[in-house]
């Protein structure tokens, strides 16, 4: 037992009582922790907007028995524009669902974090496509996990030719010979499977910065959701908030 200090972001926030919150908050050292906020809920409460669903802000928690209890919290980001839009909010509550369920306590949580603060902004702060954004965040989680495609060349002959086809199956891209003995394969276009590659490969804070055509953009959604859902065994649909 004792006091922590770490920064984190509010994936859930439940009534507890009167006055009280229960959090969970992501954290990049502790992973998913749950944190009970006395007083949270009070008109004057010095914790009333650092327990708010997705506040990012640095957090002094002590570490009781059971569970940890905070003690003050300073906001970094509160991500407004969430919270005015329901189409962005109902994108940034999507992947909040699919971030709750791959993360646990006591890991190295730092990189899902990165990736879910840079989509956040992403959703947030600009006026991109929302399903690519969300399709680079499912790909990108998916590499994070331990489950990046194969991208360099075919799963089937090792080819570096022509790989213009996905293969959900053996997880990466086929030739058009493999493709024929593959029923899990799904046909993209060049630009898919270049953007797929820079999603892999780049730098984490330059995943989002490309830019594609309807096409892609569509051909890029349908292998990110049919990828994770088939990689956790889930299947996360986005759904109305109201």
């Given amino acids: 037992m004792g006091t922590i200090k770490t920064?984190?972001?509010?994936?859930?926030?439940?009534?507890?009582?009167?006055?009280d919150k229960m959090l969970t908050i992501l954290t990049p050292g502790y992973g998913k922790i749950s944190?009970?906020?006395?007083?949270?809920?009070?008109?004057?409460?010095?914790?009333?907007?650092?327990?708010?669903?997705?506040?990012?802000?640095?957090?002094?928690?002590?570490?009781?028995?059971?569970?940890?209890h905070v003690n003050s919290c300073e906001t970094i980001e509160m991500f407004y524009k969430l919270r005015t839009d329901l189409d962005k909010l109902k994108y940034a509550s999507h992947i909040t669902k699919i971030i709750y369920d791959v993360t646990n306590e006591n890991e190295n949580s730092y990189k899902i974090l990165q990736l879910f603060l840079n989509t956040l902004y992403m959703i947030?702060?600009?006026?991109?496509n929302l399903d690519l954004i969300i399709a680079i965040f499912k790909l990108r989680l998916m590499c994070?996990?331990?489950?990046?495609?194969?991208?360099?060349?075919?799963?089937?002959?090792?080819?570096?030719?022509?790989?213009?086809?996905?293969?959900?199956?053996?997880?990466?891209?086929k030739c058009g010979v493999c493709a024929k003995v593959d029923k899990s394969v799904m046909q993209i276009n060049a630009s898919t499977r270049d953007a797929i590659r820079y999603i892999v490969l780049a730098p984490p804070k330059k995943i989002f910065s490309f830019k594609v055509k309807e096409e892609?953009?569509?051909?890029?959604?349908i292998i990110s959701k049919i990828y994770l859902n088939q990689k956790l065994?889930?299947?996360?649909?986005?759904?109305?908030?109201?």
């Fill in 144 to 173: 994070i996990l331990g489950f990046t495609p194969s991208i360099k060349e075919c799963k089937g002959c090792k080819t570096e030719e022509e790989l213009l086809y996905f293969s959900f199956k053996d997880s990466g891209f």
């Fill in 216 to 221: 892609t953009i569509k051909e890029l959604e």
């Fill in 35 to 68: 944190c009970a906020a006395k007083g949270a809920r009070r008109p004057k409460s010095a914790l009333l907007a650092g327990s708010q669903f997705l506040c990012f802000g640095d957090y002094l928690l002590y570490q009781g028995t059971n569970t940890y």
């Fill in 233 to 242: 065994e889930k299947e996360y649909k986005l759904e109305e908030l109201f």
């Fill in 124 to 128: 947030s702060e600009t006026d991109e």
């Fill in 7 to 19: 920064n984190g972001i509010i994936l859930q926030e439940n009534n507890m009582g009167d006055y």
